[in-house]
T-cell receptor
């Protein structure tokens, strides 16, 4: 079974631009969560989607948004990029996040904002 | 406030030695506690998941313990290998909402030959 895939793996953008990151979950997984990881803050929860609905959201500004498609693939968008948005963005999928189901992480997208 | 604190922040050990990483949490209500291993520049990989009723869980050379009364967990690594060099992240899931995972800051382990 293929793992969680994220594209692109690396991205360099300029301040003020916008970016879209993509995540394909493990086949059969309906829950996709997004996280931002920086050296200073560690892993921080962005949002979670289940069956195309955003069910949970972290404390990030409205510039961060996402969506999930009917095939469970998810995209995350960041508008008006700031230098502080430089981070590793991780996506994770699971069968059902309401219980102790395993959560599988993708390799991440390394975003650098210059 | 739900928090997960890990210690030490970083650790250096020699290959073949054992080590123990600590995790203290103040998360309520508690659903489960997870340990992840994250290699540099890669996504975290799950090592163990423990629910309230589980005290110990092993995954090869990794053994996690959980004391739900004192809200403490430890991850013991036996006979360390160079490939164990990574960050180890303790994560507690609360039942307060969908996919509510509270992440610790991690312990960075370096295994030297």
């Amino acid at each position: 079974k293929a793992g969680v895939t994220q594209t692109p793996r690396y991205l360099i953008k300029t301040r003020g631009q916008q970016v879209t990151l993509s995540c394909s979950p493990i086949s059969g997984h309906r829950s996709v969560s997004w996280y931002q990881q920086t050296p200073g803050q560690g892993l921080q929860f962005l949002f979670e989607y289940f069956s195309e609905t955003q069910r949970n959201k972290g404390n990030f500004p409205g510039r961060f948004s996402g969506r999930q498609f009917s095939n469970s693939r998810s995209e995350m968008n960041v508008s008006t990029l700031e230098l502080g948005d430089s981070a590793l963005y991780l996506c994770a999928s699971s069968l059902d996040p309401r219980s102790s189901y395993e959560q599988y992480f993708g390799p991440g997208t390394r975003l650098t904002v210059t | 406030k739900n928090q997960v604190e890990q210690s030490p922040q970083s650790l250096i050990i020699l290959e073949g030695k054992n080590c123990t990483l600590q995790c203290n949490y103040t998360v309520s209500p508690f659903s489960n506690l997870r340990w992840y291993k994250q290699d540099t520049g890669r996504g975290p990989v799950s090592l163990t998941i423990m629910t309230f009723s589980e005290n110990t869980k092993s995954n090869g050379r990794y053994t996690a313990t959980l004391d739900a009364d004192t809200k403490q967990s430890s991850l013991h690594i036996t006979a360390s290998q160079l490939s164990d060099s990574a960050s180890y992240i303790c994560v507690v899931q609360t039942t307060g909402g969908y996919n509510k995972l509270i992440f610790g800051a991690g312990t960075r382990l370096a295994v030297h030959p």
